[in-house]
């Protein structure tokens, strides 16, 4: 069964949310789909930590440009995250910390357990309905719930 959480935002706010968000957070969504369906733990791993790499670029879109503060060094969303939307300053923390895992997960290099993915992809699940949230997108959950 899954759930349908609707927030107080609205609608002219709705409208104001840049289109690049939606079609982040429509990615996420599905990224985090991929991620409960995917056969292997590598997989689910990797589907669910680019749900949350796609969710973080749609709280960063909806600010604009964000300002760098040396042109010669790119940084990763989970740098700049903390910065423009601090209560994601936790979450850009251990994010973070499992990039590097992601990228060889995405290699095929045997780093994931079944319950490392599986514990990724419910926090992910926790990420993206508190970006939906902020946001004031609507959000239905992925995964299902216990009755």
């Given at each position: 069964m899954a759930i349908l959480v609707a927030?107080?935002?609205?609608?002219?706010?709705?409208?104001?949310?840049?289109?690049?968000?939606?079609?982040?957070?429509?990615?996420?969504?599905?990224?985090?789909t991929?991620?409960?369906?995917a056969?292997?733990?590598?997989?689910?791993?990797?589907a669910a930590h680019l749900a949350a790499l796609r969710a973080a670029a749609a709280v960063?879109?909806?600010?604009?440009?964000?300002?760098?503060?040396?042109?010669?060094?790119?940084?990763s969303v989970w740098q700049v995250?903390?910065?423009v939307a601090g209560e994601f300053a936790e979450w850009s923390d251990?994010?973070?910390?499992?990039a590097r895992k992601r990228t060889l997960a995405q290699a095929g290099v045997p780093c994931v357990t079944s319950r490392e993915a599986d514990d990724l992809v419910r926090d992910v699940e926790t990420f993206v309905e508190r970006v939906t949230a902020s946001l004031g997108v609507m959000h239905q959950s992925m995964l299902p719930t216990s009755s």
């Amino acid at each position: 069964m899954a759930i349908l959480v609707a927030t107080p935002r609205s609608a002219t706010a709705l409208s104001a949310l840049p289109s690049a968000a939606h079609e982040l957070i429509t990615a996420a969504r599905r990224s985090l789909t991929e991620a409960i369906v995917a056969s292997t733990a590598a997989d689910r791993y990797a589907a669910a930590h680019l749900a949350a790499l796609r969710a973080a670029a749609a709280v960063l879109a909806t600010h604009g440009r964000v300002q760098r503060k040396s042109r010669s060094r790119v940084r990763s969303v989970w740098q700049v995250l903390p910065e423009v939307a601090g209560e994601f300053a936790e979450w850009s923390d251990f994010f973070a910390a499992g990039a590097r895992k992601r990228t060889l997960a995405q290699a095929g290099v045997p780093c994931v357990t079944s319950r490392e993915a599986d514990d990724l992809v419910r926090d992910v699940e926790t990420f993206v309905e508190r970006v939906t949230a902020s946001l004031g997108v609507m959000h239905q959950s992925m995964l299902p719930t216990s009755s």
